[in-house]
């Protein structure tokens, strides 16, 4: 699993922009300096939050983006839904790559279970992690992670099923 640039950027262009100030802005060029991105890639970045709703941008000599709402209302999966989306999708399946139009396992596929599991987990957890949750350090949302209860539990059998012999 790989979270792109665009999710891992545009999730930190949102975290400066939730640590100004109450009724301060902040512009492209100082969201890029503060990164170290371009000023191109941070205004895509912005314009894309902004249309999805995340940010709201002011024009003028005292104009720059703040947050549409409050820090602790903008779950991160809201952010990486907008930036890139799921981990996994059922039309995976369906995009089958191999000798056959169907992949060999639509009817009968373990790894898709797998995959959505790991799929719920991550919204769980995304879901439930607002921006107001990571303005801390590395150290306290450490702590603060390994404080909250698995969100799911997955205990494998101790006797998996065996696959069907082949004659």
Known sequence: MKLSSQEEYGLRCLLHIARIPAGESMTIPEIARAEALS?????????????GGL???????????????????????DVLDLLGGRFFSEKFCERHAGQND??????????????????????????????????????????????????????APKDPPQAPETQ
């Open 55 to 77: 940010v709201q941008s002011e024009r003028g000599q005292s104009g720059g983006y703040t947050l549409a709402r409050p820090a602790e209302e903008i779950p991160v999966s």
């Open 39 to 51: 000023i191109p890639n941070v205004a895509k970045l912005m314009r894309l939050l902004r249309m």
């Open 102 to 155: 169907v992949c060999a396992h639509a009817v009968n596929c373990s790894l898709r279970v797998l995959w959505n599991t790991v799929e719920e987990v991550l919204r769980e957890v995304l879901g439930k992690t607002t921006l107001r949750d990571l303005l801390c350090n590395e150290q306290q949302m450490g702590n603060w992670m390994a404080g909250r209860n698995a969100p799911v539990r997955i205990v």
